[in-house]
């Protein structure tokens, strides 16, 4: 059974400070997902990784993907304040997706 | 290009009655799914369509919970009757390619069950 892990599931931190979240999951998969959600709203697609090594980057923040340690990890570079939000992994394997339980990430001004 | 349409935003209704979501997905997406999410919780998947057909449903509670995508376009996902538990945001979300599968959501409709 394919299980998805994200740590930390709450951060606070401060502007202009690097950090990162982690996502674990336990089966083998080739497409792993982040996903942004704001209090209320809706799920934003953000990364796409289809590929081990695969790395990307938008903005202050940056994904990779390491598929034999079966990890990815969300890298936030200088956060501002309208990067808080919650962050969600999710890994597609076998045609099963499943979603971590989000990072909670509060950024103080 | 619009993106995926949800009706109602909002629902409440008391326990044991229906109810009923609707989910229009982007245009010449093939593959809706609908999710439920609970507080403080990531989107858990309820069904997913691939046009008419519904390839996954094993997470449907089908003694209480229907779906259906008739014309492999827009769909509808029914509760009856509805407990105090299913209060919870039931979201839609469409993909147009198997390979990249990269799911785009719908605003949600946020069911309180009194």
């Known amino acids: 059974e394919l299980k998805v892990e994200q740590n930390p599931l709450f951060l606070s931190m401060q502007e202009g400070k690097n950090y990162t979240i982690y996502c674990n999951y336990s089966?083998?998969?080739?497409?792993l997902y982040w996903y942004r959600q704001d209090p209320g709203k809706s799920l934003e697609s953000l990364f796409v990784?289809?590929?081990?090594?695969a790395v990307k980057q938008e903005g202050r923040l940056m994904a990779s993907l390491d598929t034999k340690a079966r990890l990815s990890t969300l890298h936030i570079t200088a956060a501002v304040h309208d990067l808080s939000a919650t962050y969600f992994c999710?890994?597609?394997?076998?045609?099963?997706?499943?979603f971590g339980k989000g990072t909670r990430l509060h950024i103080l001004p | 290009e619009a993106g995926v349409v949800q009706s109602p935003r909002y629902k409440i209704i008391e326990k044991k009655q229906p109810v009923a979501f609707w989910c229009n997905p982007i245009s010449g997406h093939n593959t809706l799914y609908w999710y439920l999410q609970n507080l403080g919780q990531g989107p858990e998947l309820l069904i997913r369509?691939?046009?008419?057909?519904?390839?996954?449903d094993s997470q449907l509670p089908k003694d209480r919970f229907s779906a259906e995508r008739l014309k492999g376009v827009d769909s509808t996902l029914k509760i009856q009757p509805a407990e105090l538990g299913d209060s919870a945001v039931y979201l839609c979300a469409s993909s147009q390619d198997r390979g990249l599968n990269e799911q785009f959501f719908g605003p949600g409709t946020r069911l309180t069950v009194l």
């Open positions: 089966t083998t998969s080739d497409r």
């Open positions: 369509y691939e046009n008419e057909e519904a390839v996954d």
């Open positions: 999710a890994v597609d394997s076998d045609d099963k997706i499943i």
């Open positions: 990784l289809l590929s081990n090594g």
